[in-house]
């Protein structure tokens, strides 16, 4: 936690989301990159160059399986998270261009863990588009 705190300090212009099981660190930055870290020793483990401009917000799914970022270059990407290898490693999934900036997203979980959706909200709009995340359809 409190290398997770000092590393904040240290990059403040990231977003972060700590994920605890395996104390990974996925951050997004204003150069539009996603990055997964150790969070004990701050170490890269990964790089996705995902998005043209500022990554807003960086989420793991509640099961791990998979992580979300969204931008305001207008694009939501997400990544399956790979736990089957010692090395921990993301892989880009799908990645979504909207006609505005993407401002938020939430996973929200279903009654089992295949039921989990993935809430994207847009600036400027008032709906909210959802995702099967497993499935990854509209």
Same mark, same amino acid.
């Given at each position: 936690? !409190?290398?997770? !705190?000092l590393f904040a300090m240290l990059v403040h212009e990231r977003t972060f989301v700590y994920r605890q099981s395996k104390m990974l660190l996925l951050a997004g930055s204003m150069d539009g990159s996603v990055t997964? &870290?150790? +969070?004990?020793?701050?170490?890269? &483990?990964?790089?996705?160059? +995902?998005?043209?401009k500022y990554c807003v917000r960086v989420r793991w799914a509640p099961d791990s399986s998979h992580c979300v970022s969204c931008?305001?270059?207008?694009?939501?990407a997400v990544?399956?998270?790979?736990?089957?290898?010692?090395? #921990?490693?993301?892989?880009?999934?799908?990645?979504?261009?909207?006609?505005?900036?993407?401002?938020?997203?939430?996973? !929200? #979980?279903? +009654?089992? #863990?295949?039921?989990?959706?993935? +809430?994207?909200? &847009?600036?400027n709009t008032n709906y909210l588009r959802?995702?099967?995340v497993h499935q990854l359809k509209v």
């Open positions: 936690m !409190i290398v997770m !705190i997964l &870290l150790d +969070a004990h020793t701050g170490t890269v &483990l990964m790089r996705h160059k +995902a998005h043209a931008s305001w270059d207008h694009t939501m990544f399956t998270h790979n736990t089957s290898t010692d090395e #921990p490693s993301l892989q880009l999934q799908k990645s979504t261009t909207y006609l505005s900036q993407v401002q938020d997203v939430e996973f !929200i #979980p279903g +009654a089992e #863990p295949s039921d989990q959706l993935l +809430a994207v909200a &847009l600036k959802l995702f099967d």
